[in-house]
């Protein structure tokens, strides 16, 4: 396998694992492989060699010492604390995703991960989309960086971001100086004693949610009991965002600088980037235009066409309409062309957009 389809292949899963958690438990809580905490780990260690053979499969509450903070990114709060960025994207996916990427046109709450940039051709693949299908998209930006932000989703499609000391962001040449100043290390400190609070008082709740008392592991919690109702849930992920939003005001120039200043400086003049490509966080976006890499131009049409499965018909029997009956038939609002080395040629189009 290739460095860049091991990459590809990487990011699928990992996006593919994220989509299956809830707000609440990205919020909250962390699977045994992803806990750093040595009292913690020692604990499930013990669990797993006395009366819990499955203590390394359930969810804890994240440790106090764990410098993650995932942000949900609601428009209305981003927009709040550091207003509103307007901006072009490329968004790259499959002929199947890229219907569902039309459906979410103009909805903020619905947001999509889109680049402006790509040196190295690594996001003409997509990322959890598939590929050959790009489209321009102009929308708000609530969240961006100059290298991969690794932006996560929820089961219901809203992105998070980590701001954290650790987070794929912080470790980027661009933020280097950022990360290290003492006005961010005020924020993350701050940030992490609210959360630190919140998270403690649903200490209880979790040991009550496990069944048996016998295997109770410290700080474990079964957010799929009926113990720990929706009211509860939706009540916690409130006092999250609200707490979130009055902490982020107080240093929204720091997270302006972190998370928003690269998209306001593309949105003026385009850029490439240290790192091989970047990455916006976009809802309440059009799509202005789709290219269509070559060898993806058949599949687009048949995808599109309407006509019956070809598993029915011979070669002979069937004939794929032009792309042009297909975009006419389809009636799109954009323009749809043939593309090639599109990771060099797309941020140029988009450049000249601005």
Wanted: aromatic share 12%.
């Amino acid at each position: 396998m290739s460095i860049a389809s091991f990459w590809e292949y990487n990011n699928n899963l990992y996006e593919g694992v994220k989509w299956t958690r809830s707000l609440f438990d990205h919020l909250f809580t962390l699977p045994y492989s992803e806990i750093n905490d040595f009292f913690l780990k020692k604990a499930v260690f013990a669990a797993l060699k006395g009366d819990n053979p499955n203590a390394d499969k359930m969810y804890y509450l994240i440790p106090d010492d764990d410098f993650r903070y995932q942000l949900p990114l609601v428009p209305a709060m981003i927009e709040r604390v550091v207003g509103s960025v307007v901006t072009y994207g490329i968004h790259a996916s499959s002929p199947e995703n890229l219907e569902k990427l039309m459906k979410l046109q103009g909805k903020k709450s619905k947001q999509v991960s889109a680049y402006t940039t790509d040196e190295e051709g690594r996001m003409t693949s997509g990322v959890h989309g598939g590929g050959g299908v790009y489209s321009i998209l102009k929308g708000n930006v609530y969240a961006g960086g100059s290298t991969d932000i690794m932006s996560i989703v929820d089961k219901q499609g809203r992105r998070l971001v980590d701001l954290g000391p650790k987070s794929e962001l912080a470790y980027a040449y661009d933020y280097e100086d950022l990360v290290k100043s003492s006005e961010y290390k005020k924020m993350v400190t701050d940030l992490l004693k609210f959360r630190r609070e919140l998270t403690n008082k649903l200490v209880a709740l979790g040991r009550k949610s496990i069944d048996d008392e016998k295997k109770y592991v410290e700080r474990a919690i079964d957010t799929s009991s009926p113990l720990v109702k929706g009211t509860i849930k939706r009540d916690f992920i409130k006092k999250y965002i609200d707490g979130s939003e009055k902490i982020l005001m107080k240093h929204k120039d720091v997270f302006a600088k972190m998370y928003i200043g690269w998209a306001r400086k593309q949105s003026k003049s385009w850029n490439s980037v240290a790192d091989s490509y970047d990455e916006l966080v976009m809802g309440n976006f059009e799509i202005v235009a789709v290219y269509l890499e070559d060898y993806i131009e058949e599949d687009f049409i048949m995808y599109f066409s309407g006509d019956p499965d070809d598993a029915f018909f011979t070669i002979d029997d069937y004939e794929l309409p032009s792309l042009e009956e297909v975009i006419k038939r389809n009636n799109f609002k954009f323009p749809v062309k043939i593309t090639t080395d599109s990771h060099q040629l797309l941020p140029k189009i988009i450049d000249k957009l601005k």
